[in-house]
C-alpha cells in the first residue's frame, strides 16, 4: 500500500509517524512516573499501609476522575490559554504535551491503583511480621509482587495515550491522527492516507502490546518460580 | 511533588525554546482542503521573493486564537461571519484581507427532478449552526419554497420563516452529519455544501444529486472563505505580496481544475 503513494505523501506520513512518536514517548516520560507515584499513593493509603492524612487521598482521588471525566477534545481547547500565559504559545507540541500528560497521567494513575490493589493482602502481614520496614515493603514486597501488573498497566496506558494523540491535531500538534482525518478522510482525495495512517497506528499498537506481554511474561514472579 | 512540577517546567521550557523558530517566516494557519494544497501551490514562488511560509495546521476552531496572539500571521480558514463571531467573543481585531473562494451551496435531492416535484410535509435536512442555517434559509427563499420575515438575512432562525406552503418540515444537523442523515432518509431533501456530501460511500462530486445551487450575489459573496489577518499586520508588505501570489491566475487556475466542483474563485 505504501508503494501506492507518492513520494510527497510518504514524507508526510514519515513526518506524521515521527510527530506521533515523539508525542507518545514524551508524554509517556512524563506521566508514567508521575501517574505511578499517584498511583502508589492512592492504592497504598487504601490499603491502609500508611494512615495518615486520608483525605488528601480523597481528593487525589477526585481530580484524578475530574480529568479522566473532561472529554479531551475540551480538555485540550481548556489547555490553550493556560499553556499561552506560561510557555507562551497556543499552538502545536507544547499545549499537545500539556493536554497528552494530564490524561496520560490521570489514567497511569488508575490503572497503577487498580494493579497494586490486587495483590494480595497478606503480603502485608507478612512483610510486617518479617519486620520489613516501609522502603522494603515497597522494594521486596509491593514492587515485587506487582512489576508484572505494572507493566501490563503502563502497555495500556500507552496505548490510550496513542488513541488520545490521534486528536491533537486539532491544537496542531500534527501526528497520524491529522493524516488520517483531516488530510485523510475530510479530503476528498484522501483515502489511501487515511487508511495508511491507521495501518501505522494499528503496528505501533501492535508492537507496544507485544513487548509489554514479552516484558510482563518475563518479570511474573508467578510463572518464573522465584 | 512540587520538585516534579519544577522538574517538568524546566523540561517544558527547555523544550520550547528547541523548538522556537525565525521570526522570518510568514506564519499561515490552515485546515481544510483545498487551503494546505494552495499555500504549497505558491510557497516556492513566495520564496523567490525572500518570503518563507511556515503552514500550521490544526482545527479551524481554535485558529484564531493564534492569530488573535500573534503566534501567526494569518490564516485561511474562515468567512466574515466566523470572523465576527471571534472578533465580538474576544473583542479583537481580525480582519477580511483577501476573500478567496466562495464555496457552493446547494439543495440537493435524489427523488425530485424539480422544484415543483417536492411534496407537502417533505423532511429537509439544513446545517444546525448559526451561520450556515440562515444561510440555508436564504437559499430557499430565493428559491421560493419558503418566505423569510422583511429584513433578516444572515441572522434568520426557523423562527423568522414567515411563509412555508410546502410546509417543509425542517431538521437541523451539524455539516459534517447532514449528509448521512439525508441518505438514511431516503435521499430526499438537504442543504449541503459540495465539500460534505456524500454519496453512501465517497464524496459526491458531481452535480448529478443536486436541485439547485446558491446564486452568487451581493449578499452570498459576503461568505466567501478568505485570508484573515490582524489589523496591525494587514499592511505588512509581505502579507501584500502574499495576497498578490494568493490571487495569482496560478491559484485561481488550479482552484478551478482541482476544486472547481465545489467552489468558484473569489478574485
Not at chain 1, 492524612?53 to 482521588?61: A, E, G, Q, T
Amino acid at each position: 500500500m505504501i508503494v501506492l503513494l507518492n513520494a510527497a505523501t510518504q514524507s508526510q506520513l514519515i513526518k506524521a509517524a515521527g510527530e506521533t512518536l515523539n508525542l507518545l514517548l514524551m508524554s509517556a516520560l512524563i506521566s508514567l512516573p508521575i501517574g505511578t507515584l499517584i498511583g502508589m499513593v492512592l492504592a497504598l493509603y487504601e490499603k491502609k499501609v500508611f494512615k495518615q492524612s486520608r483525605w488528601i487521598v480523597r481528593l487525589l482521588s477526585i481530580v484524578v476522575s475530574i480529568i479522566r471525566s473532561i472529554p479531551f477534545v475540551l480538555l485540550m481547547v481548556i489547555i490553550i490559554p493556560f499553556s499561552f500565559n506560561i510557555f507562551g504559545t497556543s499552538i502545536g507540541f507544547i499545549p499537545s504535551l500539556i493536554a497528552l500528560s494530564f490524561i496520560g497521567i490521570a489514567t497511569v494513575a488508575r490503572l497503577v491503583e487498580q494493579a497494586i490493589i490486587d495483590i494480595n493482602p497478606t503480603l502485608y502481614d507478612l512483610a510486617h511480621s518479617m519486620g520489613a520496614s516501609k522502603f522494603q515493603l515497597f522494594k521486596d514486597f509491593i514492587f515485587i509482587e506487582a512489576r508484572s501488573s505494572l507493566i501490563l498497566a503502563f502497555t495500556s496506558a500507552l496505548v490510550s495515550l496513542l488513541a488520545y494523540s490521534s486528536v491533537v491535531y486539532i491544537i496542531g500538534g500534527g501526528g497520524l491522527g491529522y493524516t488520517a482525518i483531516q488530510i485523510g478522510y475530510y479530503s476528498p482525495v484522501g483515502q489511501t492516507l487515511m487508511w495508511v495512517s491507521t495501518l501505522i497506528m494499528i503496528v505501533i499498537v501492535q508492537l507496544v502490546q507485544l513487548i509489554g506481554n514479552v516484558l510482563a511474561n518475563y518479570l511474573n514472579k508467578k510463572k518464573r518460580g522465584f | 511533588m512540587k520538585k516534579i512540577f519544577l522538574l517538568i517546567n524546566v523540561l517544558l521550557l527547555g523544550l520550547l525554546s528547541a523548538c522556537a523558530s525565525d521570526d522570518d517566516t510568514l506564519k499561515i494557519g490552515v485546515n481544510f482542503y483545498p487551503m494546505p494544497e494552495i499555500v504549497d501551490l505558491i510557497k516556492d514562488d513566495l520564496l523567490t521573493q525572500g518570503i518563507k511560509i511556515e503552514q500550521v495546521q490544526m482545527d479551524y476552531n481554535v485558529l484564531n486564537t493564534p492569530l488573535y496572539n500573534g503566534e501567526i500571521d494569518g490564516n485561511m480558514i474562515q468567512h466574515q461571519y466566523f470572523m465576527e463571531f471571534f472578533n465580538q467573543a474576544n473583542d479583537s481585531n481580525l480582519v477580511i484581507a483577501q476573500p478567496i473562494y466562495h464555496s457552493k451551496f446547494a439543495l440537493y435531492s435524489s427523488v425530485y427532478d424539480s422544484l415543483e416535484d417536492i411534496p407537502n410535509g417533505t423532511t429537509i435536512y439544513v446545517p444546525e449552526d448559526v451561520v450556515n442555517l440562515p444561510r440555508a434559509l436564504i437559499l430557499l427563499d430565493a428559491l421560493e419554497l419558503i418566505s423569510l420575515s422583511a429584513g433578516v438575512d444572515v441572522f434568520a432562525t426557523l423562527d423568522d420563516i414567515e411563509s412555508n406552503p410546502r410546509n417543509l418540515v425542517f431538521e437541523p444537523r451539524s455539516l459534517g452529519t447532514t449528509s448521512s442523515a439525508y441518505h438514511s432518509d431516503g435521499s430526499k431533501l438537504a442543504i449541503m455544501y459540495p465539500t460534505y456530501a456524500r454519496d453512501t460511500n465517497n464524496q459526491l462530486m458531481d452535480d448529478s444529486q443536486v436541485l439547485a445551487y446558491e446564486e452568487l450575489n451581493d449578499l452570498t459573496r459576503t461568505y466567501a472563505i478568505s485570508f484573515v489577518t490582524r489589523a496591525n499586520n494587514l499592511n505588512d508588505p509581505r502579507i501584500q505580496t502574499f495576497i498578490e501570489y494568493l490571487t495569482s491566475q496560478k491559484v485561481r487556475t488550479w482552484i478551478e481544475e482541482n476544486y472547481g466542483w465545489a467552489a468558484t474563485p473569489a478574485f
